[in-house]
């Protein structure tokens, strides 16, 4: 049995214990994997990082397995920027699907004629 939990917007100092404190529930529900949603990450400093990996302590402490996915771009670079990304579970969140550009026959079907 797998369990979840989402990350807030913004995990600072400020939000960073009770943001561990939330996982850590998640991890006393999940059976025998945890997934951690990055994907609602907006803002976010060093203290996430931290409390990424004490989530990992207690996860390994208690047998469960943990996934943190949807991470965005800039905690993936947060993380090896300090060297710990090869330590921290991350699976990148999916880029999004470039814009189809116009055909020539749409573009010149939006263009006003003189």
Same mark, same amino acid.
């Given at each position: 049995?797998?369990?979840?939990?989402?990350?807030?917007?913004?995990? /600072?100092? #400020?939000?960073?214990?009770?943001?561990?404190?939330?996982?850590?529930?998640?991890?006393?529900?999940?059976?025998?994997?945890?997934?951690?949603d990055?994907?609602?990450? #907006?803002?976010?400093? /060093?203290?996430?990082?931290?409390?990424?990996?004490?989530?990992?302590?207690?996860?390994?402490?208690?047998?469960?397995?943990?996934?943190?996915?949807?991470?965005?771009?800039?905690?993936?670079?947060?993380?090896?920027?300090?060297?710990?990304?090869?330590?921290?579970?991350?699976?990148p969140?999916?880029?999004?699907?470039?814009?189809?550009?116009p055909?020539?026959s #749409?573009?010149s079907?939006?263009?006003?004629?003189?």
């Amino acid at each position: 049995m797998a369990g979840s939990v989402a990350l807030p917007p913004s995990v /600072t100092m #400020q939000e960073a214990s009770a943001v561990l404190r939330e996982v850590e529930q998640g991890l006393a529900q999940a059976g025998d994997r945890l997934d951690v949603d990055a994907a609602p990450l #907006q803002a976010f400093d /060093t203290s996430l990082i931290a409390v990424l990996l004490q989530a990992l302590r207690s996860a390994r402490a208690r047998g469960v397995a943990v996934r943190i996915v949807g991470a965005p771009a800039k905690l993936l670079a947060l993380a090896s920027l300090y060297g710990v990304e090869p330590l921290l579970p991350l699976s990148p969140s999916p880029s999004p699907s470039p814009s189809p550009s116009p055909s020539p026959s #749409q573009a010149s079907a939006g263009r006003a004629e003189a």
